[in-house]
C-alpha cells in the first residue's frame, strides 16, 4: 500500500486502512448530524455488499464533519443483518470506517477524503452516497458500482425517479445549461450519488480544486462536469424515487440557490477550454432498466410568485440593467407587466445567459449575481408552473426538451460574449 | 524744494529698478518652475492612467460599483479620475514652490503647509472611496436579501444604509482634510441621531404593522412551510 507524503488522512484512519489492505468496492458516506437517516442507508450498503458482492473485499467509509448527535458512533454499531434480509453469504469481512474528515467543512473535504482512502486502497469501483436519503436500498450501490466494475465505466450519474414537475432549479437552470455547454446529455447533473472508476478518481484528485470555493458547495456538478469535460467513460444509472426529510437546519432557499447556480457557473468558468469548443449535445448511455416516474406532481401552491415577481423587479431594475442588456430587461418589464406572467422560454434563457456572462466578467459580487437571479426563477417557475403543472408527464417532458433546445440555440451567442471577455 | 522732489523720485526709480532687477531672476524660476511642474504633472497623469489601465483597475472598480457612483455623479471613469487628481496635486505643488521662490511674506510657508496636507487628502481621498465600495457593496447586499426575504421596502431599507455608510465615511474624510472639524462632528452628530430618531420612530410607531411583520419573519419557526414552496431540488 502507498501511503501519499502529504496526506488528507489523519494517523489513525491510516492505520486502520492498513488493517483492510487493499479493497474491491469502496462506498463512502459523508455526514453530519445524520443520525436519523445514516441507520437506513448504512444497512442498505451492508446489504447490498451481501448481495451483490459476496465474493470482493468491500469497505464503508463514513466521513464525519464532526457530528454533535452520535453519527459515527451509530455507523459504527449498526450489525451487518439487522433489519435486512440476507439474501447471500459474504465469503469476505466487510470492512466499516468512521473517521472524521480535515480541512475546509464542506462536502468537498469529505469526498476528497473518501477519494483518497479509495486511490490508497486500490479501489475498482466508488460510489458515494448521501447520508440523508430515506430511499437507499441495495439496488442504488449495485446500480452505481455494476457499470464501473464490470463495464469500464469510469462515471456513473444517477437517474432518480421523480415527476417532471419536481426539482424545477434542476430542469429549468442546471440541467439544460449543463447540456448547452458541456454536451451530454445528463437528467442529474448535480449527483449527490454516483460511482466513479480509480481512474477518474486519481485524476479528481490530482486537480487544482480542493481548496477553491467551489469544493464547499459545488463538488457535486464538479465531478459531473470534470468526468464529461476530461473525456471519461460516462453513463447514467437509475436509482428510483430520492427522498430526503427536510431538516430545520437546512439554508434558506436564496442561500441554496446561490450555492447551486453560483457552482453552475463556477463549474462553466473552470471547464470553459472543454466547453467553449463543444457544440450539440449527445445522449449519455444509460445502464440498467429505468423506473417509472411518480404519476402525481409535487403539491405546489405557486399563486403567490407572480404577485411579487412585478415587485421585486421594480425593486431590483438598478442591479438588473447592470447585468441585464437593456433589450432583455425591458422584454422582462414587458412581461410583468400583464395580468398573466408568460416568462417564455427564450427571454429566460437569455435572461441566465446574460446572467452567466456578468458572473464570468465578475461585473459585481458573484454572490449577489446569482441572488439577483432568484426572484426572476421563481417568476419563470410560476409561469412554467401555471401552464404545466396539471399537464400530462409526458407533456411537461416535452417541454422540458424544447427548454433544452433553447439553451442549445443560444450556446453561440454565450460563446461569442465569453470569448469577448477573455480578449478584454 | 524741486530739486528734493526730483531726487525722491529719482531714488524711487532706483529703487524700482533694484527692485525689478532682484525679481525678475525669482520671476523667471517661478515661470520655469511652473512651466516644469506642469509638464512633469501631465507626463505623471499619463503614467498613472496606463499603469492603472495595465493593472486593469477599469474592470475592478467597476465590480465593486464604483465605475456606476463617479459615473452618477457626473465624474470621470476612475483611471482619468486617479490621473486628475495626481495632475492637480503635483502641479499645485511646483505652482506653490514656484510661488515661493518670490519670496513674498504672506505667501512664506506655503510649501510647507501644503507638504504637510497632500498626505491628509490622499488618506481622506482614500478613506471616501473605501467608504463609497463599503455603501455600494451593502446596498446591494440589503437590496437582495430584503427582496429576496420578501421585506417591505427593499430600496428605503437599503438606501438608509447606503447614506448612513457615506455619511461616516464622508465625516471621517472632512475631519482628516480638517475643513471645519467642529461643524462637521457638530453636523454629523445631528444628522446621524436625527436619522435613527427618525427610523425609531417610523419603525416603532409610525409603521408598528410593517414592525410587527419584520421580526415576525425573523423569528418564525424554522419547520413551518413556506406558503410558496415549491419542490426545486
Not at chain 2, 76 to 85: D, F, N, Q, T
Amino acid at each position: 500500500m502507498r501511503v501519499p507524503e502529504t496526506s488528507v488522512l489523519s494517523d489513525d484512519l491510516v492505520r486502520d486502512l492498513m488493517a483492510v489492505g487493499q479493497v474491491d468496492v469502496l462506498v463512502g458516506v459523508p455526514t453530519l448530524n445524520n443520525a436519523g437517516t445514516v441507520t437506513s442507508v448504512v444497512r442498505a450498503v451492508s446489504a447490498a455488499f451481501d448481495q451483490y458482492f459476496p465474493r470482493d473485499r468491500t469497505l464503508l467509509l463514513n466521513s464525519d464533519g464532526g457530528s454533535t448527535d452520535g453519527t459515527p458512533d451509530l455507523v459504527r454499531g449498526i450489525r451487518h443483518d439487522a433489519g435486512t434480509v440476507t439474501v447471500s453469504h459474504r465469503l469476505r469481512t466487510e470492512h466499516r470506517i468512521s473517521a472524521p474528515y480535515h480541512g475546509l467543512p464542506g462536502k468537498g473535504s469529505a469526498l476528497r477524503q473518501i477519494l483518497t482512502v479509495a486511490d490508497l486502497t486500490q479501489a475498482r469501483a466508488v460510489a458515494v452516497l448521501d447520508a440523508d436519503v430515506t430511499t437507499v436500498t441495495p439496488e442504488w450501490i449495485a446500480a452505481l458500482v455494476r457499470p464501473v466494475r464490470d463495464q469500464q465505466y469510469d462515471y456513473v450519474a444517477p437517474i432518480y425517479a421523480r415527476h417532471p414537475t419536481d426539482g424545477l432549479l434542476i430542469s429549468q437552470i442546471v440541467r439544460p445549461l449543463m447540456r448547452a455547454a458541456y454536451g451530454w446529455e445528463v437528467r442529474e447533473p448535480l449527483a449527490v450519488e454516483f460511482g466513479c472508476s480509480t481512474r477518474f478518481l486519481t485524476h479528481c484528485l490530482g486537480q487544482d480544486i480542493w481548496t477553491s470555493e467551489l469544493a464547499r458547495y459545488g463538488m457535486d456538478l464538479w465531478i459531473t462536469g470534470e468526468a464529461l469535460s476530461a473525456g471519461f467513460r460516462s453513463c447514467q444509472a437509475p436509482l428510483g424515487q430520492r427522498l430526503a426529510p427536510s431538516s430545520p437546519d437546512r439554508p434558506g432557499f436564496p442561500d441554496v440557490f446561490a450555492q447551486v447556480v453560483g457552482s453552475v457557473f463556477g463549474c462553466l468558468d473552470v471547464h470553459a477550454a472543454y466547453w467553449l469548443s463543444r457544440t450539440g449535445s449527445d445522449p449519455l448511455p444509460v445502464v440498467g432498466a429505468e423506473f417509472a416516474a411518480p404519476s402525481e406532481p409535487p403539491v405546489v401552491d405557486a399563486a403567490r410568485l407572480t404577485q411579487t415577481l412585478a415587485t421585486d423587479l421594480r425593486e431590483l431594475q438598478d442591479v438588473l440593467k447592470t447585468i441585464l442588456r437593456p433589450e432583455t430587461l425591458a422584454a422582462l418589464n414587458e412581461a410583468v407587466a400583464g395580468d398573466r406572467l408568460d416568462y417564455t422560454d427564450a427571454l429566460w434563457v437569455a435572461t441566465v445567459g446574460e446572467f452567466l456572462i456578468a458572473h464570468h466578467r465578475g461585473i459585481m459580487s458573484r454572490d449577489h449575481i446569482t441572488r439577483a437571479l432568484v426572484p426572476l426563477y421563481l417568476g419563470r417557475v410560476r409561469s412554467f408552473l401555471s401552464q404545466y403543472s396539471a399537464a400530462a408527464p409526458a407533456d411537461v417532458d416535452a417541454a422540458l426538451e424544447s427548454l433544452c433546445l433553447e439553451f442549445e440555440r443560444m450556446k453561440p451567442g454565450v460563446v461569442a460574449a465569453w470569448r469577448e471577455t477573455v480578449k478584454r | 524744494m524741486f530739486q528734493m522732489i526730483a531726487d525722491a523720485i529719482n531714488q524711487a526709480g532706483v529703487n524700482f529698478v533694484d527692485a525689478l532687477v532682484r525679481l525678475l531672476p525669482r520671476m523667471v524660476t517661478t515661470i520655469t518652475i511652473i512651466a516644469v511642474g506642469w509638464l512633469i504633472a501631465i507626463f505623471l497623469r499619463g503614467v498613472v492612467r496606463i499603469t492603472l489601465g495595465w493593472f486593469k483597475v477599469g474592470p475592478r472598480v467597476e465590480r465593486v460599483g464604483l465605475a456606476a457612483s463617479l459615473k452618477a455623479s457626473g465624474l470621470p471613469p476612475a483611471e482619468s479620475l486617479a490621473g486628475s487628481i495626481v495632475f492637480w496635486l503635483v502641479w499645485i505643488g511646483f505652482l506653490i514652490s514656484g510661488i515661493d521662490v518670490l519670496g513674498f511674506a504672506s505667501l512664506q510657508g506655503l510649501v510647507s503647509e501644503f507638504a504637510a496636507f497632500v498626505p491628509r487628502l490622499i488618506v481622506a481621498i482614500v478613506i471616501f472611496v473605501i467608504g463609497v465600495v463599503t455603501a455600494n457593496f451593502v446596498w446591494r447586499a440589503a437590496l437582495l436579501a430584503a427582496v429576496n426575504s420578501h421585506a417591505p421596502s427593499p430600496r428605503l431599507l437599503s438606501g438608509a444604509a447606503w447614506w448612513l455608510i457615506l455619511l461616516v465615511a464622508g465625516a471621517m474624510a472632512l475631519e482628516q482634510i480638517g475643513v471645519a472639524q467642529t461643524i462637521v462632528m457638530t453636523a454629523f452628530a445631528i444628522a446621524f441621531g436625527s436619522l435613527m430618531l427618525a427610523l425609531a420612530i417610523a419603525f416603532g410607531i409610525g409603521a408598528g404593522g410593517v414592525a410587527r411583520r419584520i421580526v415576525e419573519h425573523a423569528f418564525r419557526e424554522p419547520d413551518r412551510p413556506d406558503p410558496d414552496e415549491v419542490s426545486h431540488l
